[in-house]
């Protein structure tokens, strides 16, 4: 059994990308593959056939492999609720919560989980693709590190470092990485990558050559620009951007980026859309006055947004937004924020107290302990969807009466406005069902142009991975994955 590990020299490189990719391309050549990130930090994540949670780009990595996303492909997610606070989930299960400095102590005693997972994985297939977090030129986190350089010699795994060239400074990128981490982690580091590369590649031939030289690594390629990853669902809130205007999609759906907005991959399925201008509205802009639809995503930590909220002033915006007659739509934590009250008695966001909502339904939210974590198929604006529930809390109120969805044949989801024009669901990724996106349309005076959502994510992995196959030598680095 082999792997290899993708570090990177620094964040949003594009390693989470490049292991999909790879994963696709290895599968492609027959081998059975499994993704493996030992540590994740983000709120960005998916429910797993074994019914836990992990990072979003693990659930995509495990469809690059055409399996079912395991908890064991990410053994520690840290989900951060405040600036120095993170839920911490272990093998897909919620451990509690770490701060900035006891986790420094902590997370060298989860070595062990990630370990177990690794080998279980192992077992299961010909090659682990491993990604790093962040990156091992960050030498004052190597004490206790599980993410990266800890984790890489503990299971002899060999790493890959992954170079943005975008960015710029590629060159002291990498070569400084050699420079300044220690010379035992240096020798886990087999060659590099250079990503994210615009224009001609013979443009750079000098600098790869200058890398080699310098670094003492091998490249293994330098990878294009790949424009398929925005058909990718995103882990990292750092991609998003507000969509520019166009003229050729009138209907406006408009979403409030707050600051622990999760699982905002939600959305994705709207950029299918050619009739829809998705508008990702940052902090200092006012929600847009012609928007059709105003979406509240979901939240990691729902009363702190909801404060951000209002500090915004997108209250007053989503309440002037519905007064013109327009509709809203409330995701998890955004469902929660559409009722009179949201109340967290033990604190498990933070201080404990209560907030008042918008009031847009008649609901009131409780915070509870236990994570629901459950895939469901269900039913709502007469369409069939898949998806799955990952919140904490209870949520009941007279507009439950009329709940958004039938989950599983029975059980009622969510609330519906007396007007029913605001709607709040406890489901993510229910526009990813093309019925159910074309029936929301629908409603909203437009229609969907009927495409497949994972059927363009499949098509997605298939283009990142054909050019992996043309830039990158593949054959080198299953080499040097099954030494």
């Not at 795994?157 to 992954?162: E, K, N």
């Amino acid at each position: 059994m082999g792997a290899i590990m993708l570090q990177g020299t620094g964040s949003d490189v594009g390693k989470s990308v490049l292991v999909a990719g790879l994963c696709r391309a290895l599968r492609r050549r027959g081998y059975a593959v499994r993704p493996f990130k030992p540590q994740n930090m983000s709120n960005n994540a998916a429910v797993t056939s074994d019914g836990g949670e992990i990072g979003r780009a693990q659930a995509l990595q495990a469809i690059a492999c055409g399996v079912a996303p395991h908890t064991d492909m990410n053994p520690v997610l840290l989900k951060p609720q405040a600036d120095s606070t993170s839920q911490l989930i272990v093998h897909g299960q919620v451990r509690g919560a770490l701060g900035s400095g006891n986790f420094r102590s902590a997370r060298g005693q989860l070595l062990g989980a990630v370990l177990e997972s690794y080998d279980r994985l192992r077992d299961q297939c010909d090659i682990v693709v491993v990604e790093g977090a962040g990156s091992p030129a960050e030498i004052n986190l190597r004490g206790g590190d599980i993410a990266n350089m800890g984790f890489a010699r503990a299971a002899n795994v060999p790493v890959i470092l992954v170079g943005d060239i975008d960015r710029g400074g590629v060159i002291a990128a990498v070569v400084g990485t050699r420079t300044v981490i220690d010379p035992d982690d240096a020798a886990m580091i087999r060659g590099f990558l250079i990503n994210k590369f615009r224009g001609d590649p013979a443009l750079f031939e000098d600098g790869y050559r200058q890398i080699e030289v310098l670094s003492g690594w091998r490249g293994f390629g330098v990878v294009p620009w790949l424009t398929a990853v925005a058909r990718l669902p995103s882990e990292d809130a750092v991609v998003l951007e507000r969509r520019s205007v166009s003229a050729a999609a009138p209907l406006v759906v408009a979403c409030p980026v707050l600051p622990r907005i999760s699982n905002f991959d939600d959305l994705d399925p709207l950029k299918l859309e050619p009739g829809v201008d998705l508008r990702m509205i940052g902090p200092g802009q006012p929600l847009p006055g012609n928007a059709a639809l105003v979406i509240l995503p979901g939240s990691k930590a729902t009363i702190a947004d909801m404060r951000a909220l209002v500090a915004q002033g997108w209250d007053i915006d989503i309440r002037a937004h519905h007064r013109r007659g327009g509709a809203v739509l409330g995701l998890c934590g955004g469902y929660q924020m559409l009722g009179r009250t949201i109340a967290d008695p033990d604190g498990l966001e933070g201080p404990a107290g209560s907030v008042a909502g918008l009031g847009l339904l008649g609901v009131e939210t409780r915070l509870t302990e236990g994570k629901r974590l459950k895939r469901v198929r269900g039913r709502a604006l007469d369409a069939d969807f898949g998806g799955y529930e990952m919140h904490m809390g209870v949520t009941t109120g007279p507009d439950c009466a009329r709940p958004f969805a039938l989950l599983d044949g029975a059980r009622r989801d969510g609330a519906v406005s007396r007007d029913g024009r605001v709607m709040g669901s406890y489901v993510h990724g229910l526009l990813g069902s093309t019925n159910l996106r074309d029936a929301l349309l629908r409603r909203l005076g437009g229609q969907s142009a009927g495409a497949d959502y994972d059927r363009s994510v499949e098509d997605a992995l298939d283009e990142v991975a054909a050019l992996l196959e043309t830039h990158v030598d593949i054959d080198a680095l299953i080499a040097l994955a099954m030494t």
